[in-house]
């Protein structure tokens, strides 16, 4: 499947790219030094993330997107790097980097200061020179099982509490199958902390199990470097590496492909949401969840007292309306003082009188705010559902690639300019769904003015583009019909990108 | 078996069923559980020992780590999945349930209020201890 990463460099950031590239061969070849070097600080397996000074893209940051092989990889090569410089086996090395949460470089560092304190905490603590095996001991009785039969194999770890190999294996399925547990695994003895190697499990259990408990290891990697996400995809097995800070979220959205396609926020893991920052994504989403069904049926269904200005629900009756909470009497059709009625009551003919325009006015006011929500919600949700419908755009577009093909002549690379259209589509109403959220908690000035132009050029971009797309297949054979989408396509992508690019660059300056 | 720990004691619910327990416990001296007689459910899941024995008040009691109410679930560390392992005993977890009635834990409340009033107004928790030993712990059985 082809990405979108691909027109979207196209239009903006093939040089950046490369950019990319150099850096990150740059730090690979530091990296064997590295290992000598008493500079603790500079990780080179972390990508970092391109801030707006590089010319460039602003809103773009670095990414790199890993498979399960690759994660398996990484570990390997730290778990190498601590065994050979600390001179311990590579099970401990593990065992020791999980504690430190893969901080290799602090581990080395409290490991040279106090080696016994740090081993013991890592629940690695004095042990044994031997390695451990399975075997029958004379005389021994399992303490959790009761059992002593002769010839009955055994197991202990380096600390020594040793435990009959069913009930080791029981209690080792039992913590991986049922609590999902791997790296901090401890000997079954009361109070021992000793953490379980790797070496000593595929002594004592099967290969699914052993599958399971490096699959839960490499989660608790993942999920132990902050640098690191999982695709938060259905069934994707990456994850994604980018370097940015928690605390500059705020000036920028740090939106990551991964390689299966899905578009989402490393900071939030929600999909893609530029140009707004997460935390205003979650306040949007939040109030949405709130107040967008219950705000609708309000303004359908109510009106305030003219006094207090409490929602009033009518769900019956005459106009004659009096208020609960402060006793006003009012008509409900004009909202004009009930007094003022006269004897026409049941029969509202008197919308002209002021008590009545001045109600109305300050109902209308109160509504205003409550209006302008619905305007950008509204606006929100069209683009939402729109995004909705096109969830199986892929083989709805590929079907039309098919028709069209057999209509026009055209060969299979000829018409993947229907498949660059329909991504870009995709792709623009993410981001102009997001745009109406921001705009929502956009402070009125000059800059939400250049802001709404590149909104509604946008929009009405992708809409035009939207309209020649759905065309029937008759038309879409027209060679003048290509270039004008592939033209379309183009444009849409350069207006997001502009769009994006500024408000970027408005966040980054404190806009 | 060694015999049960102080101020305790065990017998199954039915005879036939192994996995419930009955311990009654009576509330130690120099607490102001003192006088209270408490009946503890205790329940081994099918698991046992590899996963831990389920503990429970099955008599009200006014304490930061027991929930106020007719379950009674006790707050207990040694009992968390984390914590419990195989080789543990049971005797130790009574142990640490009796030894919760002489020292509570207020900074791992189950009881939030409760917790508070122990911390800031012992007399009036040490009252309304009582009060609850009068009306649930009088020792029907």
């Excluded at chain 1, 020791?96 to 013991?120: C, G, Q």
């Excluded at chain 1, 009930?167 to 039992?174: E, F, G, P, V």
């Excluded at chain 2, 060694?2 to 199954?12: A, H, K, Q, R, Y």
Aim: proline residues 5%; hydrophobic residues 35%; contains cysteine.
């Amino acid at each position: 499947m082809d990405s979108d990463e691909d027109f979207v460099s196209n239009v903006s950031s093939d040089e950046d790219m490369m950019q990319d590239d150099t850096d990150n061969d740059l730090s690979a070849a530091e990296e064997d030094f590295d290992v000598f070097d008493d500079e603790p600080d500079d990780d080179p397996n972390v990508i970092p993330y391109k801030s707006d000074k590089k010319k460039g893209v602003a809103f773009d940051v670095s990414y790199k997107v890993f498979n399960s092989d690759d994660i398996r990889h990484q570990q390997d090569e730290m778990i190498d790097e601590v065994n050979m410089i600390l001179e311990m086996s590579k099970e401990d090395a593990a065992i020791m980097l999980r504690y430190f949460r893969w901080n290799k470089e602090r581990l080395i560092d409290d490991y040279m200061d106090t080696p016994s304190k740090v081993l013991e905490a890592a629940g690695l603590g004095p042990s044994a020179p031997e390695l451990p095996k399975l075997e029958p001991i004379p005389g021994f009785m399992c303490d959790i099982c009761c059992e002593d039969d002769d010839g009955l194999l055994s197991f202990a770890m380096k600390c020594g509490h040793r435990y009959c190999v069913d009930c080791y294996r029981q209690y080792l399925a039992q913590k991986i199958r049922e609590e999902g547990e791997a790296a901090r695994i401890q000997c079954p003895s009361d109070g021992c902390h000793r953490i379980i190697d790797s070496r000593s499990l595929d002594l004592l259990v099967a290969s699914d199990l052993r599958d399971r408990y490096r699959e839960l290891l490499n989660r608790t990697f993942v999920e132990d470097k902050d640098t690191l996400k999982w695709c938060p995809a259905p069934d994707c097995p990456n994850a994604v590496e980018c370097a940015i800070k928690k605390k500059d979220l705020d000036k920028v959205v740090p939106t990551v492909a991964c390689n299966c396609g899905h578009r989402f926020c490393f900071g939030c893991i929600l999909s893609d949401h530029q140009p707004a920052p997460c935390e205003l994504v979650k306040r949007w989403l939040k109030k949405c969840a709130d107040d967008s069904e219950t705000a609708n049926w309000i303004s359908a269904n109510t009106k305030e007292c003219p006094k207090c200005n409490s929602t009033i629900e009518k769900n019956g009756g005459c106009n004659h309306m009096t208020c609960r909470k402060c006793k006003h009497e009012f008509c409900w059709m004009c909202m004009g003082l009930w007094s003022e009625h006269g004897t026409s009551w049941y029969n509202c003919n008197r919308f002209e009188e002021k008590s009545g325009t001045d109600a109305r006015d300050a109902q209308a006011k109160s509504r205003v705010s409550l209006e302008r929500y619905l305007h950008y919600y509204n606006r929100y949700a069209n683009h939402e559902q729109s995004a909705r419908l096109d969830k199986d755009i892929y083989q709805k577009t590929e079907k039309k690639m098919v028709q069209l093909q057999t209509a026009s002549g055209m060969s299979w690379i000829e018409v993947q300019y229907l498949n660059t259209a329909s991504q870009a589509l995709q792709t623009c109403r993410q981001t102009l769904k997001w745009t109406y959220a921001f705009a929502f908690y956009l402070a009125r000035n000059n800059l939400t003015e250049i802001f709404e132009d590149n909104q509604k050029d946008l929009e009405l971009a992708v809409e035009a583009l939207s309209e020649m797309f759905e065309k029937p297949i008759a038309e879409l054979a027209d060679a003048k019909l290509k270039v004008d989408i592939m033209d379309k396509t183009a444009y849409c992508n350069k207006r997001r990108v502009i769009l994006l690019e500024d408000t970027a660059d408005n966040l980054a300056n404190g806009g | 078996m060694d015999s049960p720990p102080v101020g305790m004691t065990i017998s199954l619910s039915s005879d036939s069923d192994l996995s419930k327990w009955d311990v009654v416990l009576t509330g130690p001296p120099g607490s102001p559980y003192v006088g209270g007689v408490y009946n503890i459910a205790v329940t081994l899941p099918a698991e046992y020992p590899f996963k831990a024995p389920q503990v429970t008040f099955a008599t009200r009691i006014y304490h930061p780590n027991v929930t106020n109410d007719n379950l009674g679930n006790i707050c207990l560390g040694l009992l968390k999945p984390e914590n419990w392992k195989p080789a543990s005993r049971i005797r130790a977890v009574l142990d640490a349930v009796r030894q919760l009635l002489v020292e509570p834990n207020p900074e791992d409340p189950l009881e939030p209020r409760i917790a508070d009033e122990f911390k800031n107004n012992r007399p009036e928790f040490d009252k309304n201890v009582k009060s609850y030993v009068a009306r649930y712990a009088k020792g029907s059985k």
